[in-house]
C-alpha cells in the first residue's frame, strides 16, 4: 500500500533533476538578487554621499566666497577712510607747525596777506552782522560778530588768526586735488576765536544764516558741535581718556548746510605749543556718495547686496533694493545742534529677523528667515566691523566701529549646489537601469545554464539511482556504466566498489561474525584485566598519599608546644591544596632558645610533600645539635638537603626563612615571603627578605648568600609569617587576597591574642576566596609579645 502511495506522487516532485534546478536555480537567482541589490543600494548610497559632499564642499566654497568678498569690501572702505584720514593728517600737521612755530607762523601770514589781499580782506555784512572775504581767493574765511570789534574789524588776536589761516590756500588745494575724493576742507579756530576757513570758496555765512538762524549769535562750537571741544580739552589733559588711540574724530553722517548732500566730517584737534589745551581743528568733509558707491556696488550672485550701518544700526549706506529687502525706513530729522542726520535704523526694521540681528560683536555667516511677497525666504547675511574710530554725534566723543553687511539670498548661492545634485541624481539614475538590465541578463544566462548542467549532471544520478534499487532487491551483482570523470562518476567508482564488498561479505558473513566474535571476546579479558591493574593502582596511590598526608601532620608542632613558652603567644595554621602539601612551619625549642621556621616548596603534592618532612626532619637535627648560628644553621641544613634532592632526583626547591629568639633579641634569616610586624602603638612594619638569603636546594653552598636581620620585638608587638598561598588566593572575580589586605587585617586584630589573630584572619580569607578554588597551600603563622 506504502508503495502504491508513492507511485502516485506527482513525478515533478521525486525528479531529482527538478530539486536541482530548484535548489541550484534559487541559490544563484537569490545570489543575482542579493548581489544586485547591493549594489544598487551602494549606487545609491554612494549617490547620496556624493550629494553630501558636493553640497558641503560647495556650501563651504560659497561661504568663503561670502566672507572673502565681506573681507575685500571691507578693506576697500577702511582704504577711503585711511586716505582721508591720511590728508586730514596732512593738513594739521602744515596747521600745527604753524603754531609750534609763532615766528614763522606770523612771516608766513604776513607773505600771504601782502601777495594774496583778497585772502585776508574782510567786508562786513550789515544783515548778517558777520566778515567774510570777497570771493576770488582758494578759500573762504567767515568771522563772526561776536569775534568783530565796535568798529566791525576782527579783533587784533582773530587778525593773526585769519592771516595765519591762510596757509591753507597753499596746501588745501592740492590735498583736494589729490588723495581720497574730499568735498571741502577746512580750518576753525580755537573755542575764544572759532574763525571758519574753507577751501574751496563757498557762500559760507549767507548759507548757515539761512538754515541756521541765530548762529551768529551763539558760540559756534556750542551751537554746531556741542561737547566735542570738551572731549578734546579732556584728551589734553590725559591722552588715556581718548576712546581709540588716535586725534582723528568723525561725525555721524548729517546733510550738510552748504551741499545738501549726506557727508562724514573729519576732525584733527589742534594743540596749544605747551599741548595743554586745544588750538583749533583741522578738518576735512566727504559725502557718503564714495562709501555708498563702494558698499552699494556690492553683489553677490544675482541679488545679493551690502550695506554699511553705524554700530548703533544706523544703516548709512546701501541700495534701494536692499532697503526694501530688509524693510529699512528713512527719516531725517533735526536735531538742537544745527545738523541734520540720517536715520535709518535696522532695528526700526519691518523684518523681525533683522531687528533682532547682533550688532554687538561679528557673529560669522548668519541664516535669516525674511518676508518676501508673502513667503518666508532664506538669506545668509554676514556682518564685518570696521576698524574702530572716535565718533562723536552731540556729546562727549565716543568709540564707534561701523559695520560692513552682505546679504544674499540662499537660492543663488546654493543654484550650483542643486544643479550638480541634479547631475548626480541623473547619473544615478542611469547606473540604475543598466544594473537592472545586467541583472535581468544574468538571469537568462544563468536559467539555461542550469538547466544544461542539470540534465548532464542527473543522468549519472538516475543511473545511481537505478542501480540502488536493484542492490535493495538483493541483486548484488549490478554495476553501474562510468560515462564522466566528475564527482558523479566517482561515486559511480565507489558504489561498484560497495556493491563487490557487499556480495564478498554477504558470501562470507557467518565466518566474519565468528572472527569478530572471537575479537571482542579477547578485547573484553584484556581490559577487565587493565581495570582490576588500574583499581591496585588507585589504591596503592590513595593509600601513600594518605600515609603521606598523616606523617606531615603528625610532624607539625603540637599545640602544647605552642604554649610552652611564657613571654610569647604562638598560633598557626596550614591547610594544602591537595592530600600533600608543600608548605612547611616549625617551632623548635632548645632551652630557652627558640626557632621559628616558614617556608614553601615549589608546587605541592607528594614530592613537594617528602621534601617539607627533610626539611623539617634536618632542622630539628641541627637544632638538638645546639646549633645556634643563623647563618650557619640555614648553610648545613641547605647542604644536607642539596644532596638529598640530587639523591631522589626531585626538581623542586623551596624559599625558607627562620626567626631565632634568645628572649632578648630577635634574629631574622633566609629568603622566604615579607614579615608583617604589627607595633604596639599601630605602626606596621614590613621586612623584605630577598636580600636575606636564596631558595634552599639550587646551590650546594649558600653561606655566601645569607644575611641576618635583628628585630625589635617588644611588649605588646605582633609579627606574622606566611605562605603565598595567602596573599595569592583569588576571589570569583580574579581578585587577590593581597599583602594590603592583610596588613589591615592584622592592624586590626593587633590587641588579640594570636591565636584570636590566626582565626579571624583565616576566617576572611576563606571569605574572601568564596567558592573559587584553593590553588595553592595555605600557612599562617601569629607570634605576639606578651
Not at 564478498?504 to 578485547?523: F, K, M, P, S, W
Request: net charge negative; hydrophobic share 40%.
Amino acid at each position: 500500500m506504502m508503495d502504491g502511495q508513492a507511485s502516485k506522487r506527482p513525478i515533478g516532485l521525486r525528479s531529482f533533476r527538478a530539486k536541482f534546478i530548484l535548489v541550484v536555480g534559487g541559490a544563484v537567482l537569490f545570489d543575482l538578487l542579493v548581489s544586485g541589490g547591493l549594489a544598487l543600494w551602494n549606487v545609491q548610497r554612494l549617490s547620496r554621499d556624493a550629494t553630501l559632499e558636493v553640497g558641503q564642499g560647495l556650501e563651504a566654497a560659497s561661504q568663503e566666497y561670502i566672507r572673502t568678498y565681506a573681507d575685500s569690501t571691507a578693506a576697500q572702505v577702511s582704504l577711503l577712510l585711511r586716505q582721508v584720514h591720511n590728508d586730514v593728517d596732512t593738513l594739521a600737521g602744515v596747521l600745527q607747525a604753524q603754531i609750534d612755530n609763532p615766528t614763522r607762523n606770523s612771516d608766513v601770514g604776513t607773505a600771504i596777506a601782502r601777495t594774496s589781499p583778497g585772502s585776508v580782506n574782510l567786508s562786513y555784512d550789515e544783515k548778517g552782522k558777520w566778515s567774510q572775504n570777497a570771493p576770488g581767493s582758494a578759500s573762504v574765511v567767515s568771522v563772526w560778530g561776536y569775534l568783530l570789534g565796535q568798529d566791525h574789524q576782527p579783533r587784533p588776536d582773530v587778525e593773526r588768526d585769519i592771516e595765519t589761516s591762510a596757509v591753507l590756500d597753499l596746501v588745501a588745494p592740492s590735498l583736494l586735488q589729490h588723495g581720497a575724493s574730499k568735498l571741502q576742507m577746512y580750518y576753525i579756530g580755537p573755542k575764544a576765536r572759532p574763525i571758519f576757513r574753507t577751501a574751496p570758496y563757498t557762500d559760507q555765512a549767507q548759507t548757515f544764516d539761512r538754515l541756521y538762524p541765530g548762529h551768529n549769535e551763539a558760540d559756534f562750537w556750542d551751537f554746531f558741535f556741542p561737547g566735542l571741544y570738551e572731549s578734546w580739552q579732556s584728551w589734553a589733559r590725559d591722552a588715556k581718556t581718548r576712546p581709540v588711540g588716535d586725534d582723528i574724530t568723525q561725525t555721524a553722517p548729517y546733510t550738510d548746510a552748504i551741499t545738501g548732500k549726506l557727508i562724514v566730517s573729519f576732525f584733527h584737534p589742534l594743540w596749544t605749543a605747551d599741548r595743554k589745551d586745544v588750538a583749533g581743528t583741522a578738518g576735512a568733509d566727504i559725502t557718503l556718495d564714495q562709501l555708498a558707491q563702494t558698499v552699494e556696488n556690492v553683489k553677490v550672485a544675482q541679488s545679493g547686496f551690502g550695506f554699511l550701518a553705524m554700530s548703533d544700526g544706523n544703516v548709512v549706506a546701501i541700495n534701494s533694493t536692499g532697503e526694501k529687502t530688509l524693510g529699512l525706513v528713512s527719516a531725517s530729522g533735526a536735531s538742537g545742534t544745527g545738523v541734520t542726520g540720517l536715520e535709518r535704523s535696522l532695528k526700526g526694521s519691518s523684518q523681525p529677523a533683522i531687528a533682532k540681528l547682533a550688532l554687538d560683536r561679528e557673529q560669522g555667516i548668519q541664516h535669516l528667515l525674511l518676508q518676501r511677497d508673502g513667503n518666508e525666504v532664506p538669506y545668509i547675511v554676514i556682518v564685518k566691523k570696521l576698524p574702530a574710530t572716535n565718533l562723536w554725534s552731540s556729546g562727549p566723543v565716543r568709540q564707534e566701529a561701523m559695520l560692513l553687511g552682505v546679504v544674499v539670498p540662499e537660492r543663488e548661492i546654493d543654484a550650483s549646489l542643486y544643479a550638480a545634485q541634479a547631475k548626480i541624481s541623473e547619473a544615478t539614475n542611469r547606473i540604475v537601469i543598466y544594473q537592472i538590465l545586467a541583472i535581468l541578463m544574468s538571469l537568462l544566462i544563468v536559467a539555461i545554464a542550469v538547466f544544461a548542467a542539470s540534465k548532464r549532471i542527473t543522468s549519472g544520478i538516475r543511473a545511481l539511482a537505478g542501480a540502488a534499487k536493484r542492490i535493495e532487491a538483493q541483486d548484488y551483482s549490478v554495476r553501474v556504466a562510468i560515462s564522466s570523470k566528475d564527482e558523479v562518476g566517482v561515486a559511480g567508482e565507489a558504489f561498484n566498489r560497495m556493491a563487490e564488498r557487499i556480495s564478498y561479505h554477504t558470501e562470507n558473513l557467518e565466518q566474519l561474525v565468528e572472527e569478530r566474535t572471537a575479537q571482542i571476546e579477547d578485547a573484553k579479558e584484556e581490559i577487565s584485566a587493565l581495570n582490576a591493574q588500574l583499581q591496585r593502582e588507585n589504591r596503592r596511590l590513595g593509600t601513600e598519599l594518605a600515609v603521606a598526608e598523616r606523617i606531615q601532620m603528625m610532624v607539625l608542632p603540637l599545640q602544647q608546644e605552642l604554649e610552652e613558652f611564657q613571654d610569647i603567644e604562638i598560633a598557626a595554621y596550614m591547610r594544602p591544596a591537595e592530600e600533600v602539601g608543600g608548605d612547611y612551619y616549625d617551632v623548635l625549642k632548645n632551652g630557652k632558645r627558640l626557632k621559628i621556621g616558614i617556608g614553601d616548596v615549589t608546587g605541592h603534592g607528594l614530592e613537594s610533600g617528602v621534601l617539607m618532612l627533610m626539611v623539617q626532619s634536618v632542622a630539628r637535627a641541627l637544632q638538638e645539635a645546639g646549633n645556634t648560628d643563623a647563618v650557619e644553621f640555614l648553610a648545613n641544613l641547605n647542604s644536607a638537603l642539596f644532596k638529598n634532592i640530587v639523591r631522589t632526583k626531585i626538581d623542586k626547591h623551596l624559599t625558607l626563612a627562620f626567626l631565632d629568639y634568645d628572649g632578648k633579641e630577635m634574629i631574622l634569616s633566609g629568603q622566604h615571603e615579607e614579615v608583617v610586624i604589627v607595633r604596639a602603638n599601630g605602626e606596621i612594619q614590613r621586612i623584605d627578605t630577598m636580600e636575606l638569603g636564596i631558595p634552599i636546594g639550587l646551590e650546594a653552598d649558600i653561606s655566601a648568600f645569607i644575611k641576618t636581620r635583628e628585630i625589635a620585638f617588644e611588649k605588646g608587638d605582633l609579627i606574622l609569617l606566611h605562605t603565598d598561598g595567602v596573599t595569592e588566593a583569588e576571589n570569583d572575580a580574579g581578585e587577590l587576597f593581597g599583602m594590603e589586605r592583610l596588613c589591615r587585617e592584622a592592624l586590626r586584630l593587633k590587641d588579640q591574642s594570636a591565636e584570636k589573630v590566626v582565626s579571624e584572619i583565616v576566617a576572611t580569607l576563606m571569605l574572601f576566596i568564596g567558592s573559587q578554588k584553593i590553588y595553592d597551600d595555605i600557612t599562617l603563622l601569629a607570634v605576639r609579645h606578651r
